[in-house]
């Protein structure tokens, strides 16, 4: 008897998946077009063959995730040798059947590859979310939300930094980080440069290198760590020759090449006449170059000296950041408060507090929200302390952020105003007040509404649902000619006791 032989398993999983790619292909090709996950596989036109062999590996291992089911039914119906895993009661002691050597064959073959594709199916549910996820993460660096792409960025991260999925698409999220790095929004672009560092391809050592001639020196120090992290000697002879840029990115490249263990770091550092091989004596030097360079340099340069002095981050940097924080430039002065938050130490909160309270109005206010931020007990001490200040300005600047921290000394120093009867404070935050709902506290809020009161304040009062603060914001509203307005939901004011 001639029996057909069947085809293996393998075999068609293969066959099926050259039929999906060209049938993908000609619908995409009706359609004028090609979805986005398409283009997230396949990078250059005209396809190369291991783009395309990506693409048909990835159909191999979906056909794999429904030949593993069928794999996983035969080991359950048959054991490791052909055999059925239990025979019929009618079979139990009658003579064993002769059974064709050709069918011992075949079912010992067939339970062969359904180890394969066990194997195979095992492998799919590790290849395949990472595969796909590519397409989505393509798309979201599409998108027109800052948040979606630096969330693609942190993806791209992930799944080309580490484990088992680096293999598979570690060099695609290199491109896709080398594209990152062009993205119009600085954040994007820093955080691009940061991935790169912790993938370490050496393949992105030319666009990082192109990455040092940024606007944005926090992205131009980002790419500097990331030549670090790959460390080949053409990174490190990138950091070298960027000590030919402006006086920022020297002393930054210069400090990098102090923290590397490398010939070509060293002996540049052996070379230029202000280095030093010691990383703490490095950042002195820098500290004391950068100082010198700012006040003659010109907004953008002063901008960029204060982003090498929040990356240097010493005791000296901080001193020069708070002497920064009083220009008459805000911008300049705005940047060195980030920088501060950014460093958040004992050093950097006491420079913030000095700022509070000897500033302007507008670097009190910078100064405030930068130790809010902060939010270690140091940075709420000092706005505390603000509280006392004779100036009326440190006084708001210092109540306002400290009615954005959620801690118990915060509340309790704001709480305690109404006790002091400081109206022009309770004022400012009359909110804050009107969420706490301290009882007995009406009376006090009712005087501060009389004497520094407002129309807004009075509309809040009016729709807070506290009957007291409802009747005081009506006859405020008598007196002084104006119409306020009782909302029907009150969705935009703060309720009394809410917090």
């Not at 019929?88 to 064959?105: F, I, K």
């Not at 010939?263 to 500290?287: C, F, G, H, K």
């Not at 002095?309 to 708070?322: D, H, P, R, Y």
């Not at 914001?473 to 004011?493: E, L």
Request: proline share 3%; aromatic share 6%.
């Amino acid at each position: 008897m001639i029996r057909r032989r069947k085809m293996s398993p393998i075999a068609v999983i293969f066959l099926n998946a050259a039929a999906l790619v060209m049938l993908y292909f000609l619908i995409s090709l009706f359609f004028g077009g090609r979805p986005d996950w398409w283009n997230a596989i396949i990078w250059d036109e005209p396809m190369s063959g291991g783009d395309l062999g990506a693409f048909f590996l990835m159909v191999v291992a979906l056909n794999c995730v429904i030949y593993f089911l069928y794999g996983f039914i035969r080991l359950l119906r048959f054991g490791p040798k052909g055999e059925p895993v239990a025979r019929p009661a009618s079979d139990a002691g009658s003579l064993p059947q002769t059974t064709p050597t050709a069918v011992m064959r075949r079912r010992r073959g067939g339970t062969a590859s359904a180890i394969v594709l066990l194997i195979l199916g095992v492998a799919t549910m590790i290849a395949v979310p990472a595969l796909t996820t590519i397409g989505a993460i393509y798309s979201q660096l599409q998108s027109e939300s800052v948040v979606a792409r630096l969330d693609a960025v942190d993806k791209l991260v992930e799944y080309g930094s580490g484990g088992i999925t680096r293999p598979l698409i570690g060099k695609r999220a290199t491109k896709l980080l080398s594209d990152a790095l062009r993205d119009e929004d600085s954040g994007v672009r820093v955080s691009a440069a940061e991935g790169l560092g912790r993938i370490g391809d050496k393949d992105a050592v030319d666009t990082l290198t192109d990455a040092l001639q940024d606007e944005n020196a926090d992205v131009v120090f980002a790419a500097l760590q990331a030549l670090q992290s790959i460390a080949t000697d053409d990174a490190v002879k990138a950091i070298v020759e960027a000590l030919n840029g402006d006086i920022a990115l020297r002393q930054m490249s210069l400090c990098i090449l102090s923290e590397m263990d490398n010939d070509i770091a060293r002996q540049a550092l052996l070379s230029a006449p202000d280095a030093s091989p010691y990383t703490a004596e490095m950042n002195e030097l820098a500290v004391a170059a950068l100082s010198n360079a700012f006040p003659s340099s010109n907004e953008d340069g002063q901008r960029r000296i204060v982003t090498a002095l929040k990356n240097i981050g010493s005791n000296s940097a901080v001193e020069e950041l708070a002497s920064i924080l009083k220009t008459d430039n805000e911008e300049v002065s705005l940047d060195a408060a980030n920088a501060l938050i950014v460093i958040g130490n004992d050093s950097a909160v006491a420079a913030l507090a000095d700022a509070l309270q000897t500033g302007s109005v507008t670097l009190q206010g910078e100064a405030a929200e930068a130790l809010k931020s902060i939010s270690s007990t140091s940075a709420t001490d000092a706005l505390i302390a603000a509280l006392q200040s004779k100036k009326e300005d440190t006084q708001h600047s210092a109540a306002l952020a400290l009615s954005g921290i959620d801690s118990n000394e915060a509340k309790e120093a704001l709480n305690a105003l109404i006790e002091q009867q400081n109206l022009s404070v309770i004022a400012h935050i009359y909110d804050y007040y009107i969420q706490q709902g301290i009882p007995g506290s009406e009376p006090t809020l009712i005087e501060a509404l009389d004497h520094f009161g407002y129309s807004v304040m009075a509309e809040a009062f009016l729709n807070c649902g506290n009957g007291l603060l409802d009747e005081a914001a009506t006859d405020w509203a008598d007196r002084h000619g104006y119409d306020i307005i009782r909302s029907s939901w009150g969705g935009i004011y703060p309720k009394w006791g809410s917090d």
